[in-house]
C-alpha cells in the first residue's frame, strides 16, 4: 500500500513504481502486482511456506533496529544531551517535518489480499493474517502517535482510485477502533506457542501490544480533554487491563529473578540472547553472525556519542532499598555523588555508572564526564568490553516487549480506573513483584509522594497513580516509552525542565565519584597546567555549562537553550509538500502557515 498524497497527479505513476521498487511498465493493473518483483501471484500465495516467506518480510522491514529503540528517549525528560532535538529547542516547521510514508502498508494490505488461498488450511491463514493484521496495527499506531487522525486503508489501492488516494484524513476514533479490531483479530488467531528466541509476534506478543496501545488511547483521551473523548477513555483501559491480564494469565512469560537484585535487571539488557523468560520480542542480535549495534559506541564515546546522561530531578525518583522515598531525607538534595547512590533502588546502579562498576577488565569506571554533562552516566544497554567504546560491534540483543511492560499496563490501567485501591492484591501482583525482583521493600505507598507532585504530576493526587507513574519510569527507562508516556499523560512541558546533574561543593576541588578515595573529576574556571592523572576537567563556561550557585551547586547544562512544548507539539505538523500534492490535507492545529 502506498498512499500517493506524497505525489503530484502527474508523477504518480512513476514515483509508485520507484518507491516499491518494481521493474513493471505503466500500465492500468501496476498497483496489483507483487510489491516484490519476483513474485508472481500465479505461483505464490499456494501454500503455507509462500504465506510464512512473505510475513517474514514485515519483521525485515517495519522492526526497529536496537539503537532506534534506546535513543528514542532523547524526546524523554530526564535526558540531557549534547543538545535538546530541534523540535523541542529550535525553530521547527513543517518545512522540517519529514514526508510520511506508506510503502510497509500496501505490502500488508496487498498480502492480506493475496492469502485467501482455500487450498492452505483456514487456520493457517488465519495466523498469517493474524500476523500482518499485527503489524498493520504497529504502522497505525505509530502514525496517530505522530500525526493524530491519518487516512484509513484496509486494501491495497488501484492507481485510478483517486478519491481514495487523495481523500482527508480519517478521524482518530475511526483509526483506533480499526487497530483495535486488527489486534483483536491477532489475538485471537496467531499461534499460542511461546518462542524462546524472542523473534517472532505470538499471541502473547500481540495481547501485551495490544495492552499498550489501549492504555495509549485510554489515557490519551483521558488527559486530552480538548479531543471531548473523555466518555470513551474507560472502555480503553478496560481493554488495556484485559489485555494485560490474559498475558498475566497465560503463565508463559514471568519476571527474571535469580535472587541477585544488583545483577538481574541488567541481564535483561546486556544479554546475547533474549532472556525468554521475561522478553517477548525483541531485536535479537549475534555476535557470530556479527549481527552488531553501536549503543555501547553511542553512550561511551565524546565524539560519535552525544554525551548522553540522566537529570537529577529524575533520579531523586528512585526509592531507598527500604522502600522509604530518598526526597524525604534531610539533605538528600546537596547529597554528594557517592552518598546520593548508596542504598537506592539497585536498579540504579545498573543504569547509570555508580560505586564499585567496573570493566570487563577489572578496571575502575566512575562516571566520566568526558561522555555524560550531568555525571549519571548511562550504563543500562552498554557492554563492559572497553573496545566497544569504538566499535559497532556491540551483540547485546534489545527487548521490545517484556512482562514488566504487561505488568505495568495492567497497575496503570486499573490505577487509572480507580480500582487499585479497592483491590490490595494488584498491588503485589504488579508493582510489588517488580521491586521484589529489584531488591526494594515491596509495601504500598501510605501516601501522595509531593515530589512527584511538585516536579512532576501536578493535579494527581492518587498515591497509587503516582507509584505506578514512577515505576514506569525507573523500570522502563531508555526502552523507548517516556515520550509517548509524556503525550498520553499531557505533559510535555517536562520536556523544558532544567538539565541539572549532580552536587558540586566547591569548584576546584578533586572528587570521588565511585568511592575509592581517587579523584576522578574536578570542575575549573579553565583546565590547569598541570594535571592530575585519571581526573577529568569540566570547564564550567557559564554559557552552557554552570552551576547554580556561581562556585558550587548544582552542574546545569545547557540553560542557554530555549527549550519549548507548547500544546501544538503533541502532534507532528504533517510535511509540507505532503499538503501541497494533497490539497485535502489539513494541517494540524497551530502548525498552520509555516
Known sequence: MLHSHIFHRKALWLALTSLIALLASCNKDFLEKEPFDKLVPSTFFNKKEDLELYTNSFYQKMMPDGLSVVIADEMGDYTSKSNSPAF?????????????????????????????????????????????????????????KTYGDVPWYSKPLDVNDTEELYKPRDPRTLVMDSVLADLNFAAANIEDVKDNTA??????????????????????RKYHTELNLGNTADSWLQAAAEAAKKVIDSKKYSLYSTGVPDKDYRTLFTSENPVSQEILWAV???????????????????????????????????????????????????????????????????????????????????PNFGYTFTGYQILKFSLDDKRLDGAAESYNSVPLIRYAEVLLNYAEAVAELGLMNSDPAIWSRTIGELRKRAGVKTDPPVSADPY???????????????????????????????????????????????????????????????????????????????????????????????????????????????????????????????????????????????
Not at 529550535?90 to 482455500?118: E, H, M
Not at 499498550?212 to 485510554?218: A, D, I, M, N, Q
Not at 553511542?298 to 532499598?321: H, I, P
Not at 570547564?539 to 542557554?560: H, M, P, Q, S, Y
Request: proline share 3%; charged share 25%.
Open 199 to 220: 523473534s517472532k509476534v505470538t499471541r502473547q506478543v500481540a495481547l501485551a501490544f495490544q495492552s499498550r496501545v489501549c492504555l495509549f488511547e485510554g489515557t490519551f
Open 452 to 594: 512527584l507532585q511538585q516536579v512532576y504530576f501536578s493535579g494527581i493526587n492518587d498515591k497509587y497513580l503516582l507509584e505506578v507513574r514512577r515505576e514506569r519510569g525507573i523500570e522502563l527507562i531508555y526502552e523507548g516509552f517516556r515520550y509517548a508516556d509524556l503525550l498520553r499523560w499531557k505533559k510535555g512541558r517536562l520536556l523544558e525542565m532544567q538539565w541539572k546533574g549532580i552536587y558540586v561543593a566547591a569548584k576546584n576541588v578533586l572528587m570521588d565519584l565511585d568511592g575509592n578515595s581517587s579523584p576522578d573529576v574536578c570542575f575549573v574556571d579553565a583546565v590547569p597546567q598541570t594535571k592530575v592523572p585519571g581526573v577529568i576537567y569540566y570547564v564550567i563556561d557559564n554559557r552552557a555549562a554552570r552551576l547554580t550557585e556561581g562556585n558550587k551547586g548544582f552542574v546545569t547544562w545547557r540553560d542557554d537553550e530555549k527549550r519549548s512544548f507548547e500544546d501544538k507539539k503533541y502532534y507532528r505538523p504533517i510535511a509540507n509538500s505532503d499538503i501541497v500534492d494533497n490539497g485535502n490535507l489539513k494541517q494540524n492545529p497551530g502548525w498552520e502557515q509555516q
Open 88 to 144: 523541542i529547542a529550535g525553530n521547527f516547521t513543517p518545512v522540517d517535518q519529514a514526508r510520511w510514508s506508506w510503502t510497509d502498508l500496501r505490502n500488508i494490505n496487498y498480502f492480506l489480499k493475496r492469502s485467501n488461498n482455500p487450498a492452505i488450511d483456514q487456520q493457517v491463514r488465519n495466523h498469517y493474517k493474524g500476523v500482518a493484521r499485527f503489524f498493520r496495527a504497529w504502522f497505525y499506531f505509530e502514525k496517530v
Open 284 to 366: 535479537v542480535y549475534n555476535n557470530s553472525l556479527k549481527r552488531w549495534h553501536d549503543i555501547t559506541w553511542k553512550f561511551s564515546s565524546a565524539t560519535y556519542g552525544a554525551r548522553w546522561g540522566l537529570n537529577k530531578q529524575f533520579v531523586n525518583t528512585y526509592l531507598n532499598r527500604d522502600g522509604s522515598r530518598f526526597t524525604d531525607i534531610d539533605g538528600s538534595d546537596t547529597m554528594r555523588f557517592v552518598r546520593e547512590v548508596t542504598g537506592r533502588d539497585p536498579r540504579l546502579s545498573q543504569t547509570i555508572r555508580g560505586i564499585g562498576y567496573k570493566r570487563s577488565d577489572g578496571s575502575a569506571a566512575p
